[in-house]
């Protein structure tokens, strides 16, 4: 927590954070992470939300409730800073174009208002001190101060001028004593100067001199200014008043504005992160895609080294996981990312995953880890462990969440191996969900056997014997323990020797599980080359649809050019025929029949090229807006859609009334239905 304890701005949040223990309820996790969601949308797409910049008020606030306190002018400056801050968040939200119903229940509680500020900046300037107008007394207190203050600096300016012409000044003529000027008199000469001394140089040659015409009047300011700080004080204690009646709202700012840096924190360390929001479901389910354990890949990014994401998914009748496989190949990294992403799912925060990832909820979460050797009762590892096991037997429940490391190890190999067989099914029976490592081939065996139990894997690769750190459900994983024992530099001779000690039956089960990973690798691999080949002849018939399409819409066009081309000829040729009958035609009678001819023969060509135009006429096309209005109704939860504005293409996560969550990469954002255009 400590990395997110960093992004609070008060201490008060900061400890918030560190203190965080996961929650069980549905609905407080559901608007809790809701909140985190609506928060993100704000940062990463709205504009105008301010800065977040406050103080605490809990001491100002406790003043506000003594009668007759006085809150020092600090304190009124971070009332106003938290006020000003409240009004910008409401003006905010006003104009929001999202919905933001789950931070606007933060501020339920406040309102905009200037009652609080503006007696503030009736008495406090821009630069934060107290205006010479905030009383008509402190405004006479300071004229004269600034009279007696120029006479002051007359009167020694005069004096230093009329000294500067004589020996009687050191080097350095003048200096500064208690917020005085005074001369810097040779001590040889001190006697010669009417004033009074206020000190001298460390060697005591320079004696530093009040000119005696400035003694009265610097006494006069030092009243002066005692009589401002008490009018100041008198204007503190009435502001002080004022801001009394407005106590639960100032209280109201401060823990809006504290829950606001809570949820800031958890958003910077999202951001981070690159985390996504967590589905929880009400049903008995994890199902997490691609899961980094942020820490390592934060470490990871700085070492310039990948880290794989792992895939888990488990329901009821998959509900105790066994990983096996070789030692560092991930086993207890794969266990801890996914014991702190449920904690971290259960505090409310996002997880560093894949979208569309989901989580239920336990009521009790318990954790065996690492070596818990304890010195002061006594107990080795191993004993330590039996305490633990035998307590979480007893107090696990089908609500509970178990995550054990190195199940059953720290004893012999077949009496422990028998004992954690037995605790294995005793947990089975509680019908608890678990997640545990182990080596033990018992155990794997078991959870072949068992429904509910599954195994998984972390994978290696057998030619080069390195390991993969990648998770497979559904099979066991070999330890290779003889595998990883050569890449450490185990001679060959004193590898078979220890083959020939072990028991040929678990020799076999050990290699048969090895053979298996191997044989499963190569699937693996040949499924991703047959995807790859698959999608790559898929967009080459995309392609080669696209290209004979276009060839017909050619075709057509140039068919249609021809026909009308014919038409056009043939027209040509019949309007030639009647010119020449014209021509040769005798008398009028013959002309006349001939130019009818021609009236009849254009009225058919008219009659025949409107049947054409109707026929091939396109049905009617519906305007933009009907064409918007209906792909906007095609627009459901999964669809592609293109925004408007934007012409991006994104994913709808979510539909309330007229207002879409849409996800873009990793980013979600809030658009308005009618912005949108479906697209599949």
Not at 645 to 659: F, H, M, R, Y
Request: aromatic share 8%; proline share 3%.
């Amino acid at each position: 927590m400590d990395w997110c304890a960093k992004y609070a701005l008060s201490e008060k949040t900061q400890k918030r954070v560190l203190e965080l223990v996961p929650r069980s309820s549905f609905n407080d996790l559901q608007k809790s992470i809701q909140q985190l969601q609506e928060f993100w949308d704000i940062r990463e797409t709205e504009r105008g939300f301010p800065a977040l910049d406050f103080e605490d008020l809990e001491e100002e606030i406790r003043f506000l409730k003594i009668k007759n306190a006085v809150i020092p002018l600090v304190g009124i400056l971070k009332i106003h800073q938290a006020s000003y801050l409240n009004n910008t968040i409401h003006v905010f939200f006003e104009k929001a174009i999202g919905d933001y119903n789950e931070m606007l229940n933060v501020f339920k509680d406040t309102h905009y208002t200037m009652e609080i500020i503006e007696p503030i900046e009736r008495v406090i300037d821009a630069s934060g001190k107290i205006k010479d107008t905030a009383s008509p007394q402190l405004k006479d207190i300071r004229v004269s101060i600034r009279n007696t203050h120029r006479q002051i600096q007359k009167n020694f300016d005069k004096a230093l001028r009329k000294l500067s012409k004589t020996n009687l000044l050191a080097e350095t003529k003048e200096t500064v004593i208690n917020n005085r000027r005074v001369l810097s008199v040779k001590s040889s000469y001190k006697k010669q100067f009417s004033g009074h001394v206020l000190g001298s140089s460390k060697t005591g040659n320079v004696a530093h001199i009040e000119p005696r015409v400035n003694i009265e009047l610097n006494t006069e300011l030092d009243h002066l200014h005692i009589d401002e700080e008490k009018e100041i004080h008198r204007i503190l204690r009435e502001l002080t008043r004022i801001l009394a009646s407005y106590s639960w709202l100032i209280d109201a700012y401060n823990k809006s504005l504290h829950e606001l840096d809570f949820v800031s924190a958890k958003y910077k360390l999202a951001r981070d992160m690159k985390a996504v929001k967590p589905h929880i479901s009400k049903q008995k389910k994890i199902d997490v895609l691609d899961a980094t354990h942020p820490l390592l890949k934060r470490k990871n990014q700085g070492e310039n080294k990948p880290t794989f994401g792992q895939n888990i998914q488990m329901d009821e009748s998959r509900r105790m996981l066994v990983i096996s496989g070789p030692n560092a190949g991930g086993k207890s990294i794969t266990l801890k990312t996914l014991g702190l992403f449920q904690l971290m799912v259960q505090s409310g925060m996002f997880i560093p995953a894949k979208e569309n990832n989901t989580f239920c909820l336990f009521s009790q979460i318990y954790s065996e880890i690492g070596d818990n050797q304890s010195i002061e009762n006594e107990l080795s590892t191993y004993s330590y462990r039996l305490t633990r096991m035998k307590k979480f037997l007893a107090l696990s429940n089908p609500e509970t969440l178990l995550l054990l490391d190195e199940f059953g190890t720290g004893s012999d190999p077949d009496l422990g191996g028998a004992l954690a067989e037995a605790f294995f099914e005793s947990l089975y029976r509680k019908k608890i969900f678990a997640i545990l490592t182990t080596h033990y081939s018992n155990i794997k065996s078991r959870a072949v056997q068992l429904p509910q139990a599954v195994n998984g894997c972390m994978l290696f690769n057998p030619i080069n014997l390195q390991p993969l750190f990648r998770f497979e459900m559904g099979s066991p994983g070999s330890s290779f323990t003889f595998e990883v024992a050569k890449i450490n530099g185990v001679s060959e001779s004193l590898i078979e020797k220890a083959k020939k000690k072990l028991n040929k039956e678990k020799l076999r089960f050990n290699e048969l599980l090895s053979d298996l990973q191997g044989k499963t690798n190569l699937l693996e691999k040949q499924i991703k080359e047959y995807k790859k080949e698959a999608d790559e002849y898929k967009e080459k018939a995309e392609q080669i649809e696209s290209y004979k399409e276009k060839l017909q819409s050619k075709y057509d066009k140039l068919n249609q050019s021809s026909q009308i081309h014919d038409s056009q000829l043939l027209a040509g040729k019949k309007m030639l025929e009647f010119i020449s009958q014209y021509k040769t035609a005798k008398g009028k009678k013959t002309n006349e029949e001939t130019s009818q001819k021609i009236i009849d023969y254009l009225k058919q060509q008219k009659t025949k090229t409107e049947a054409k135009k109707k026929a091939n006429k396109p049905k009617r096309k519906l305007s933009k807006k009907q064409v918007v209005s209906y792909q906007q109704e095609k627009i459901i939860v999964g669809s592609k859609v293109k925004i408007i504005s934007t012409k991006q293409l994104a994913s709808v996560d979510e539909i309330k009334g007229k207002q879409t969550t849409l996800v873009i990469g990793n980013t979600r954002i809030k658009v308005a239905l009618d912005q949108l255009i479906w697209v599949s």
